[in-house]
């Protein structure tokens, strides 16, 4: 998304020079004044400069905020991460600043070192983070800008904040969309919608205007490029009709919102030209076509305009007119752009060529084909980042990441279930010496006994437990906690009761104090674990088009289909499902990856979705080498030896299918598979609908 700078006045720069370093003498001789409200008077200072950083230049406008926040005294860690990000956009804005504009988000970063300041300011933490992905994907390091990228909305769905999550979705779209992935891109901006929808500051104009109407109209941008013009007007519409509403909301925005309308404007006409209603398109594209002054970027607009003018006169044969649209676009600031050269000889060829002129024609078509191959070769040269799989990359390490964790925690309650075994053994020895050495202690130690009988009986549950590794550690712990706790509190209460008759010898003391001391260490060590017990994964449901998001997946993996030749054959009919989207998302991309993986060069994958009887079944299924009798009972354990290679050697974790069924299970549904050995798998998912 593209951000506009808005001007408060139309004075020369003469003007606001004399007039900058006269408010910095004043502010210099009224800095005691200004310290009680630090915070409010820099953000004026920044909407002030933002304002005018053309007119005075980005390097002077640099120099004048500095100069400014020298006499602002000590500033509060807000008022840095204010300067920091600042300092960051104006040096972003002179291709001569751009190590200076790397350098500030590093000193930005920096401020979050300590996690209690990166929980206060937890929405300005996600911008620095987003910064810094954009820097590294501007070095060309994607895995490194995806990772910060991914931190960042982690971060924030962890504290709630669903709204800021809106920033990074727009990022994914908008470089799904620059590679060329639109269906992928219009996913993610549907996504960006609903998390804006959560922000609950009506005046923040980035992302109550610019966010929300950007993204509908980025919708339709991406469906006219799928050459589905009606949809793609749809959502231009609602582009317009939301600018319309809410633009009295924001008063002071009135240049935004006027380069806005001229946007949508200039998009419908596209839209109307795809579909051959020319004098429709004519008709709004004249109106885009006065350059406004005032308007940041509305030159691009008009460019923009005249190019879509040109071919629909070039192809009504208008060559006259025609040629006299290219006259001005070549006139037209950025001209010289190797790209737009390309465009400009191939629309003149075409003007040639209708006009007569067949020499010439075939001269700037020889010569177009030239710039062409060129710019194709610089094209290729650019590594592109695909964003799909590194995001799937991501998601796969910390998928892997969590298992560990899990793992280290099932280790720790092993050690204590040994700790618990050693104990019980020693409790028992003691038991036998004192049982030897006095009888009047025989009722104590049948009572014991028998407490040391149903814990070990606890015990081999427990084992048993740890042994088929359950999903659910949440009921590991609720069982440990209620089976031990209260048989070990027994043991030391009837420890109480074994001299209740008589005075023990110093030794026996000693066994006694040892046994009590023993039961109230493995009471700690349960409190320990139980408090190391993590939560739930939440589940956050939203009514999905079910349809989507498995086009989503098909489009993202389409590519490993085609480099084994393989063919996705997908049918399905409309289903709106409550479902949380990034998580059932997971588990459709998890089954079509491994019907991919496991199935054979040229094999076919068959993917179904269809309502039926208040529930949503999808099926996949594909002609691979199937699961053989051995392995079906593991397939779904999150720890199994189910774990094989693929038809071309891929490698495979062994968790994806458990993940899969803690998340259906999670939302209510259920997941299956049917399958001969030699003869391929079907994978069924049913959901409530």
């Not at 009572?447 to 359950?470: C, F, G, K, P, Y």
Request: charged share 25%; aromatic share 10%.
């Amino acid at each position: 998304m593209k951000k506009c700078l808005y001007h408060l006045s139309h004075a020369t720069f003469n003007q606001i020079l004399p007039l900058c370093f006269f408010l910095l003498l004043g502010f210099t001789g009224c800095q005691e004044s200004l310290k009680s409200d630090h915070s409010i008077q820099l953000k004026a200072w920044i909407d002030s400069i933002d304002r005018d950083a053309r007119k005075i230049g980005i390097k002077r406008s640099i120099f004048l905020f500095d100069s400014l926040v020298a006499t602002h005294g000590k500033n509060s860690i807000g008022d840095s991460m204010d300067y920091y990000k600042f300092m960051k956009v104006l040096s972003h804005r002179d291709p001569s600043l751009s190590q200076n504009a790397l350098t500030y988000t590093d000193s930005l970063l920096q401020l979050f070192s300590n996690p209690r300041i990166r929980e206060l300011y937890a929405t300005e933490y996600s911008k620095a983070l987003l910064l810094k992905g954009d820097d590294l994907f501007k070095q060309k390091e994607y895995y490194k800008a995806y990772r910060n990228y991914y931190s960042g909305k982690s971060f924030l769905l962890g504290l709630g904040e669903i709204c800021e999550c809106a920033r990074y979705s727009s990022r994914i779209a908008n470089i799904s969309y620059k590679e060329e992935n639109y269906y992928q891109a219009i996913e993610y901006w549907k996504h960006e919608l609903k998390e804006l929808a959560q922000c609950k500051e009506p005046e923040n104009f980035q992302l109550q205007f610019i966010e929300k109407q950007g993204s509908l109209r980025n919708i339709g941008s991406a469906y006219l490029l799928l050459s589905k013009a009606d949809v793609a007007l749809h959502y231009f519409q609602q582009a317009k009709d939301f600018i319309n509403k809410h633009a009295p909301e924001f008063p002071r925005e009135k240049n935004y919102v006027k380069f806005a309308r001229i946007v949508i404007l200039k998009s419908q006409a596209e839209a109307y030209a795809l579909k051959g209603e020319t004098k429709i398109a004519e008709g709004l594209l004249k109106q885009c076509l006065q350059h406004d002054v005032e308007i940041d970027w509305s030159i691009d607009v008009e460019r923009e305009s005249r190019q879509i003018l040109t071919r629909i006169y070039i192809d009504s044969k208008q060559y006259s007119e025609a040629e006299k649209q290219l006259s001005i676009l070549k006139a037209l600031p950025g001209a010289a752009d190797s790209t737009t050269v390309s465009l400009y000889q191939k629309l003149q060829a075409y003007i040639s060529f209708g006009q007569g002129n067949f020499e010439e024609a075939g001269r700037l078509f020889i010569a177009n084909l030239e710039t062409d191959r060129a710019n194709k070769l610089a094209k290729n040269a650019d590594h592109k980042s695909n964003v799909g799989q590194l995001l799937q990359q991501i998601e796969r390490e910390h998928e892997i990441e969590l298992a560990t964790q899990k793992d280290a925690r099932e280790n720790l309650i092993l050690k204590f279930a040994i700790l618990i075994s050693i104990t019980l053994c020693i409790i028992v020895y003691l038991i036998w010496r004192s049982a030897k050495k006095s009888a009047a202690n025989l009722r104590a130690v049948t009572e014991l006994n028998r407490v040391i009988t149903q814990s070990n009986i606890v015990l081999q549950d427990t084992v048993n437990a740890l042994e088929q590794a359950e999903i659910e550690n949440e009921s590991v712990l609720r069982i440990v906690a209620h089976d031990l706790r209260n048989p070990i509190a027994a043991m030391i209460s009837a420890s109480h009761l074994v001299f209740w008759e008589q005075i023990p010898s110093d030794e026996q003391l000693e066994i006694i104090n040892a046994i009590q001391q023993s039961g109230e260490m493995a009471n700690g060590l349960i409190s320990h674990i139980l408090q190391s017990s993590p939560d739930r994964n939440k589940i956050t449901k939203s009514n999905v088009a079910l349809e989507e998001i498995v086009q989503s997946c098909i489009d993202m993996l389409s590519y490993k289909a085609r480099e084994k030749d393989q063919k996705l054959d997908y049918h399905f009919e409309p289903a709106m499902v409550p479902v949380d989207r990034e998580k059932i998302w997971r588990v459709f991309s998890n089954l079509l990856s491994n019907a991919i993986k496991f199935s054979p060069s040229g094999g076919t994958i068959w993917v179904n979705l269809k309502p039926q009887n208040g529930h949503v079944l999808l099926s996949v299924r594909d002609n691979g080498i199937g699961i053989p009798e051995e392995l079906k009972d593991q397939i779904f354990l999150p720890l199994n030896k189910a774990k094989r290679s693929g038809t071309a050697g891929e490698q495979s974790f062994g968790i994806g299918l458990s993940i899969c069924k803690q998340i259906v299970e999670s939302h209510g549904g259920r997941i299956w598979f049917e399958s001969i050995k030699g003869s391929g798998a079907t994978f069924f998912v049913e959901l409530p609908s």
